[in-house]
Nanobody, 123 residues
Framework: VQLQASGGGLVQAGGSLRLSCAAS????????MGWFRQAPGKEREFVAA????????YYADSVKGRFTISRDNFKNTLFLQMRNLKPEDAAAYYC?????????????????WGQGTLVTVSS
């Protein structure tokens, strides 16, 4: 599966952004999906995950209550709605896929990655 992330940009602290990740090449509904992020000088970290049937979502503590992961299996697209953004949320955001029914929070568990989309948060 090929993944294409988009939707990043510059936003003021407290603002919102919605990231998208368009999938192509294989049946999107076969894949559990995740979002990760990497700030300059830091390691890539888990943000959120969603099972292929959307029944289970899981979030990093740092974004819980502010970010919402969702997917549209008919449109082959993954989303990350980000609200009340903070300067520490600034990073390149990556979507990832694994052909499985569970959910995963470790970077090494995912097999396919999109390119990053950059989120900048001004204070």
């Amino acid at each position: 599966v090929q993944l294409q992330a988009s939707g990043g940009g510059l936003v003021q602290a407290g603002g919102s952004l919605r990231l998208s990740c368009a999938a192509s090449g294989r049946t999107f509904s076969r894949y559990t999906m995740g979002w990760f992020r990497q700030a300059p000088g830091k390691e890539r970290e888990f943000v959120a995950a969603i099972t292929r049937d959307s029944f289970v979502t899981y979030y990093a503590d740092s974004v819980k209550g502010r970010f919402t992961i969702s997917r549209d299996n008919f449109k082959n697209t993954l989303f990350l709605q980000m609200r009340n953004l903070k300067p520490e949320d600034a990073a390149a955001y990556y979507c990832a896929a694994k052909e499985d029914s569970g959910y995963y929070i470790e970077e090494n568990d995912y097999d396919f990655w999109g390119q990053g989309t950059l989120v900048t948060v001004s204070s």
